[in-house]
Every structure is written in structure tokens, then in C-alpha cells.
């Protein structure tokens, strides 16, 4: 039971890592442990399937530096693989005289990020979109919708046709590191390998201590809460509707988002998450709460973000509160309308300090390498992210 590579996670992270590995070392052994009992079934099979085109990022980051490659390589990947997509773009609309402010700077950060934005008045907003009012809008042409569990799929099979292994089902329980070799422990087994490559998502931390390292971050999960429309409504926009972000806040805002199927989703909002997992209406889990409750970055970035974090909440409970955020660029939508829809979980990484780590971390040892945070949109990059990964372990052990 000795491979030269094993990779935690089958979210679309851990696929690409796995797809590029095979691609570059043919000849060596490699296998994908899952412990769920499907492929993608948690922050990959809950996202709103965008392609985004790296609107927002710090230039030079890995995230805008990911994301730019990203989108090419996705509308590749879905060509090559006959995976449908829809390269629709996006529209960022200023509700009022305060967010049509923050459009010069959104414009100016697409042109640093190589995008070609276009600025709308709102009069070509009302052509372009006669459901949608604002006082002007940046058109993103490059954004588009995806199905990633399809492209999930797609990558374990030719993971697969590669003689990659898989198998789910596969819980972690144990990882032990020593100068020539690796160690990792199942509930029936104990399977060897040269390297391990740790995608883990919302449980990253939790592995990254079952292995001994020293964290300074926690995983804190916020819960995304969505709305499908009636399908009457399908054909109420033609493109990815965004407002203008708060800039003092980490979150995109409540969207309304066209699906690869023809349906539009409204979401997600932002509220604190008491179950890493815990996609159902009411979400509760002892050890989750235990492990936020008990760490300090948890408090203070509660204490920075307090006013916005309740509103979350009345928002989450009050359906009309959660309505008006969208009805303030699509006033047509009713609470008729709002139908529901699956949640999703964002695993974010908190430091100690209550700094919510805004890019992509990686944690290394001689022979291992965790992905500590992997924000959004870490599904638009998971191929350039793959390739990156594949590449810091290329002169690893083995």
C-alpha cells in the first residue's frame, strides 16, 4: 500500500492537483482519498458555478494571478472535454451615488488585472438589461457559468484513464511524517506514501494539526444562503448581476447569478456558520462551535465586523430583509418569486490576530504540502492551482 503521491480531497482543488501529477509523472503511483462517498460534495457542489474574470483582487496577488489564468484555462478545459459553458459576462451595478463612486476604482483594478471593462451609463444599462436600474455599471465580458461537478467528473476520469486510484469512502485518521516516508492512517488501513498533498478545505485545519503542525489560523465557516427563481422568471437578465462590494467588508454581496441549467440563483449572503458542513435549515455541530467559540481570531473578527454580521443575520431570518438587498438593482423580483435553494459553506482561514487570510496559503513540510486556504475564487483557478502545486513538489522526496 505504498504510492508515490496521495492526495487528500476530491473537492475540484484536489482533482486538478491529482490531474496535473498524473499528466507530468505517468509512470509513478498516485491516489485520491476522499471521505465522502461522492466527488465534490461540499464547497465545490455548493458554489454558484461562476467563471469569474479577477473583478476585485490585489494585482500581483496569487489570487488575481490565478484567476486570469484560471478562466482561460476552465473555457479550455470545458472545450477540449465537451463540458458546457457560457461565457456571459458580468454587470457591477451602483445602486446609489456612493457605490457609483467605487466604480472608478473597480475599473481601474480591472485594467491593472488585464481585463477589458467597459463603463455603462444607466440608460445602456436599461438596454442591455431592462429588469435591472442603477446609476452606472462596469461590464466584464470575460465572466461566464460552469457546472464544476462536471468538470469534477470529467478530471477523475481522466485521472482514471491515467491509472490513477481513488477511493471514497476513505476518512483520515491518523498522519505521521518521518525522513523516508509518510504515513497515513484509515479506520482499516495504513497506507504509505513518498508525498502527500493535503486539499482538505473545510476541515484544512483539522488535518494540518493531525499532522503535528503548528497553526496560527483556524477555519471559520460562513454559511451562504441562496434563492432560486420561480422559472417564470428565467429570462429576467441576460447577464451575472453583481453590486458594488463594500470595500471594508470580505464579501461580494447578494447576486443574482445565471445557471448552466437556465436557472438563476439569488445569493449568497454571509452568515456565520455553527457546522462546517451543515447545509441543512437549522446547523448545529458541538466540536465545530467549540473550535470557533474557543479561538481568539474568531472573536475579534467578530468585534471588527459586528454591525455588518448582524444584519447577515436579521437578513438570514428575515426573508424581506434579504429581498430588499436585490430589489435595489432588480426591483421586479418578488418574495413570490424566491424559491428555495441548497446552501452553501465558505471555508475561510482566520488568523489569531482576527485577520481573515484574504489569498491563497500553503503550509510545507519535507514531504507534504497543505492547502490552508483556498478562497474564492478557488474554483475558476483550481487548474492553475493544480499546476502550481504540482510544480512545489516537483523536487519533493520521490
Same mark, same amino acid.
Given at each position: 500500500?505504498?504510492?508515490?503521491?496521495?492526495?487528500?480531497?476530491?473537492?475540484?482543488?484536489?482533482?486538478?492537483?491529482?490531474?496535473?501529477?498524473?499528466?507530468?509523472?505517468?509512470?509513478?503511483?498516485?491516489?485520491?482519498?476522499?471521505?465522502?462517498?461522492?466527488?465534490?460534495?461540499?464547497?465545490?457542489?455548493?458554489?454558484?458555478?461562476?467563471?469569474?474574470?479577477? !473583478?476585485?483582487?490585489?494585482?500581483?496577488?496569487?489570487?488575481?494571478?490565478?484567476?486570469?489564468?484560471?478562466?482561460?484555462?476552465?473555457?479550455?478545459?470545458?472545450?477540449?472535454?465537451?463540458?458546457?459553458?457560457?461565457?456571459?459576462?458580468?454587470?457591477? !451595478?451602483?445602486?446609489?451615488?456612493?457605490?457609483?463612486?467605487?466604480?472608478?476604482?473597480?475599473?481601474?483594478?480591472?485594467?491593472?488585472?488585464?481585463?477589458?471593462?467597459?463603463?455603462?451609463?444607466?440608460?445602456?444599462?436599461?438596454?442591455?438589461?431592462?429588469?435591472?436600474?442603477?446609476?452606472?455599471?462596469?461590464? !466584464?465580458?470575460?465572466?461566464?457559468?460552469?457546472?464544476?461537478?462536471?468538470?469534477?467528473?470529467?478530471?477523475?476520469?481522466?485521472?482514471?484513464?491515467?491509472?490513477?486510484?481513488?477511493?471514497?469512502?476513505?476518512?483520515?485518521?491518523?498522519?505521521?511524517?518521518?525522513?523516508?516516508?509518510?504515513?497515513?492512517?484509515?479506520?482499516?488501513?495504513?497506507?504509505?506514501?513518498?508525498?502527500?498533498?493535503?486539499?482538505?478545505?473545510?476541515?484544512?485545519?483539522?488535518?494540518?494539526?493531525?499532522?503535528?503542525?503548528?497553526?496560527?489560523?483556524?477555519?471559520?465557516?460562513?454559511?451562504?444562503?441562496?434563492?432560486?427563481?420561480?422559472?417564470?422568471?428565467?429570462?429576467?437578465?441576460?447577464?451575472?448581476?453583481?453590486?458594488?462590494?463594500?470595500?471594508?467588508?470580505?464579501?461580494?454581496?447578494?447576486?443574482?447569478?445565471?445557471?448552466?441549467?437556465?436557472?438563476?440563483?439569488?445569493?449568497?449572503?454571509?452568515?456565520?456558520?455553527?457546522?462546517?458542513?451543515?447545509?441543512?435549515?437549522?446547523?448545529?455541530?458541538?466540536?465545530?462551535?467549540?473550535?470557533?467559540?474557543?479561538?481568539?481570531?474568531?472573536?475579534?473578527?467578530?468585534?471588527?465586523?459586528?454591525?455588518?454580521?448582524?444584519?447577515?443575520?436579521?437578513?438570514?431570518?428575515?426573508?424581506?430583509?434579504?429581498?430588499?438587498?436585490?430589489?435595489?438593482?432588480?426591483?421586479?423580483?418578488?418574495?413570490?418569486?424566491?424559491?428555495?435553494?441548497?446552501?452553501?459553506?465558505?471555508?475561510?482561514?482566520?488568523?489569531?490576530?482576527?485577520?481573515?487570510?484574504?489569498?491563497?496559503?500553503?503550509?510545507?513540510?519535507?514531504?507534504?504540502?497543505? !492547502?490552508?486556504?483556498?478562497?474564492?475564487?478557488?474554483?475558476?483557478?483550481?487548474?492553475?492551482?493544480?499546476?502550481?502545486?504540482?510544480?512545489?513538489?516537483?523536487?519533493?522526496?520521490?
Amino acid at each position: 500500500m505504498k504510492f508515490d503521491f496521495i492526495i487528500i480531497g476530491g473537492g475540484i482543488i484536489g482533482l486538478s492537483v491529482a490531474w496535473h501529477l498524473k499528466k507530468r509523472y505517468r509512470n509513478k503511483k498516485l491516489l485520491l482519498l476522499e471521505k465522502e462517498s461522492g466527488l465534490a460534495q461540499h464547497q465545490t457542489g455548493h458554489n454558484s458555478g461562476v467563471i469569474h474574470a479577477g !473583478v476585485y483582487y490585489q494585482p500581483g496577488s496569487l489570487k488575481a494571478r490565478f484567476c486570469k489564468e484560471g478562466l482561460t484555462a476552465s473555457y479550455e478545459f470545458c472545450r477540449q472535454h465537451h463540458i458546457p459553458c457560457q461565457q456571459t459576462g458580468k454587470l457591477l !451595478v451602483a445602486s446609489n451615488e456612493n457605490e457609483r463612486r467605487r466604480l472608478n476604482a473597480l475599473f481601474e483594478r480591472c485594467l491593472e488585472n488585464n481585463l477589458s471593462p467597459e463603463q455603462i451609463s444607466p440608460a445602456r444599462l436599461r438596454e442591455l438589461e431592462p429588469e435591472i436600474t442603477g446609476k452606472g455599471a462596469i461590464l !466584464v465580458r470575460e465572466s461566464g457559468i460552469v457546472d464544476y461537478v462536471g468538470i469534477c467528473r470529467e478530471m477523475a476520469k481522466q485521472i482514471r484513464l491515467m491509472e490513477g486510484e481513488m477511493q471514497l469512502s476513505t476518512p483520515v485518521t491518523g498522519i505521521t511524517e518521518s525522513p523516508d516516508r509518510i504515513r497515513i492512517q484509515t479506520a482499516d488501513k495504513t497506507l504509505e506514501a513518498n508525498y502527500l498533498i493535503i486539499c482538505a478545505g473545510l476541515m484544512a485545519d483539522r488535518l494540518a494539526a493531525m499532522q503535528g503542525l503548528a497553526n496560527n489560523f483556524r477555519i471559520i465557516p460562513f454559511r451562504g444562503e441562496y434563492f432560486r427563481l420561480q422559472s417564470q422568471k428565467n429570462f429576467i437578465i441576460r447577464h451575472l448581476i453583481y453590486p458594488i462590494p463594500d470595500p471594508a467588508l470580505p464579501f461580494l454581496g447578494v447576486h443574482l447569478t445565471k445557471m448552466i441549467d437556465g436557472s438563476i440563483i439569488v445569493g449568497p449572503n454571509a452568515v456565520q456558520g455553527w457546522k462546517r458542513e451543515g447545509y441543512g435549515k437549522f446547523n448545529f455541530n458541538i466540536r465545530d462551535t467549540f473550535e470557533t467559540l474557543s479561538f481568539p481570531g474568531f472573536w475579534r473578527l467578530s468585534g471588527r465586523h459586528l454591525g455588518s454580521g448582524l444584519r447577515e443575520y436579521c437578513n438570514s431570518i428575515w426573508k424581506r430583509g434579504y429581498l430588499a438587498q436585490v430589489r435595489k438593482y432588480c426591483p421586479g423580483i418578488t418574495l413570490q418569486d424566491m424559491e428555495s435553494y441548497p446552501a452553501g459553506v465558505r471555508a475561510q482561514a482566520v488568523l489569531r490576530d482576527g485577520t481573515m487570510v484574504d489569498d491563497f496559503l500553503f503550509k510545507q513540510t519535507a514531504r507534504s504540502l497543505h !492547502v490552508c486556504n483556498a478562497p474564492s475564487p478557488a474554483a475558476t483557478s483550481a487548474i492553475p492551482i493544480g499546476k502550481h502545486i504540482c510544480g512545489l513538489v516537483q523536487d519533493g522526496p520521490g
